[in-house]
C-alpha cells in the first residue's frame, strides 16, 4: 500500500482518482470502495463487482476496480478492461421499470446502436440506475451474456459520476430465452406461411391454366403469345415461392431498406440459391 493525502493506494491499482487533482471526499468513497470490492471477492461469490468512472467532459469511462474475473473473462489489462469490452458488446439489452406499470420494459441495443445513444444511455443511468444485459463476442466462435446491475453516483464538484455494480453470467440463461424466442418467432412464420399459400395456390392455378389454354389457341406470331408465355412463367415463378414457403424449418432474415430486415425465405426453407 502506498499513501497520499491519507489514502491508502493499493500497490496494483491503476485507476486514476486515488492519484489525481479531485475531492477529499471523492477519493475517500473510492478508498471504501476498493475495500469494500476487494473483501467480497475473497468471498467466493460468482458476481464480479466493478467501479467504473467518467468525466462529464469525456465520451470513454476508465475502471477504478474491476473482479478479477471480470479481468480474466476479458483477457486484458484492467488498463485496456474498458476499451476491450466496448469493441466486444454487440448487443445491450436494458431493462427499464416505469413508476406507472407494473410491466418491465425491454429495448435491445446494437452495437452501433449503442454507440449513437450513449450519452442518453448515460444519463439516464444517472438518474435510474443501470439494468442491463450484455451480448459479449470474443472471438467469432463464442459468445457470453453478463448481466449488469448498478448504481450511478454523480460528484459535481469533481465532475467525475462512478458506477457501482457487479456482473454476472446469464449465457445458459440468455440462450434458453433466445431458444424459446426462434420457436415462437418460426410458428408464427410457419402459419403465416401456410396462410399464405393457402390464399395463393388456388388463383395461381387459375392463372396458369386460362394462361397454357389461351397459348395453345393461339399463334406463335401474335403478339398476346410473348405475354401469356410470360404470364405463365411468373406464375410458376410464383409457385416455386409457395413451395420454399411449405418448407421453411428455421427463422432466418437478410437485411432489406433502411435497417429493415425481412425474412430469407432460401435460407429458412434450406434452398440457398
Not at 4 to 24: C, H, K, Q, V
Not at 41 to 63: C, D, F, L, Q, R
Not at 146 to 171: F, H
Not at 221 to 236: G, R, S
Request: net charge negative.
Amino acid at each position: 500500500m502506498n499513501r497520499n493525502n491519507d489514502i491508502l493506494i493499493p500497490e496494483d491499482y491503476s485507476g486514476r482518482i486515488l492519484n489525481g487533482n479531485y475531492t477529499a471526499e471523492l477519493k475517500k468513497r473510492v478508498e471504501d470502495l476498493l475495500n469494500i470490492y476487494r473483501a467480497f471477492e475473497k468471498t467466493g461469490n460468482p458476481a464480479m463487482p466493478y467501479v467504473s468512472a467518467w468525466h462529464e467532459e469525456e465520451m470513454k469511462i476508465w475502471y477504478e476496480f474491476a473482479s478479477g474475473r471480470f479481468v480474466g473473462l476479458m483477457d486484458c489489462k484492467i488498463s485496456e478492461l474498458a476499451d476491450v469490452l466496448r469493441e466486444s458488446v454487440k448487443d445491450r439489452i436494458i431493462y427499464r421499470h416505469p413508476d406507472t406499470d407494473a410491466s418491465i420494459e425491454k429495448k435491445v441495443f446494437s452495437s452501433s446502436e449503442l454507440i449513437a445513444e450513449r450519452e442518453k444511455l448515460r444519463e439516464e443511468g444517472r438518474k435510474e440506475g443501470i439494468d442491463a444485459v450484455y451480448k459479449i463476442c470474443r472471438n467469432k466462435t463464442k459468445s457470453i451474456w453478463l448481466k449488469d446491475v448498478a448504481a450511478v453516483e454523480t460528484y459535481k464538484e469533481d465532475r467525475i459520476s462512478l458506477s457501482l455494480g457487479y456482473l454476472t453470467i446469464v449465457t445458459k440463461e440468455m440462450k434458453a430465452e433466445e431458444e424459446r424466442l426462434e420457436k415462437e418467432r418460426l410458428h408464427v412464420l410457419l402459419e403465416m406461411a401456410g396462410a399464405v399459400c393457402h390464399e395463393l395456390n388456388q388463383p395461381m392455378q387459375a392463372i396458369s391454366g386460362y394462361s397454357e389454354s389461351l397459348v395453345m389457341n393461339i399463334n406463335k406470331d401474335d403478339p398476346l403469345y410473348v405475354k401469356l408465355t410470360k404470364i405463365m412463367e411468373l406464375a410458376q415463378a410464383m409457385g416455386n415461392i409457395t413451395g420454399k414457403l411449405m418448407k421453411i424449418t428455421r427463422y432466418e432474415t437478410k437485411d432489406y431498406i433502411r435497417g429493415i430486415k425481412i425474412i430469407d425465405i432460401d435460407k429458412s426453407s434450406g434452398q440457398n440459391t
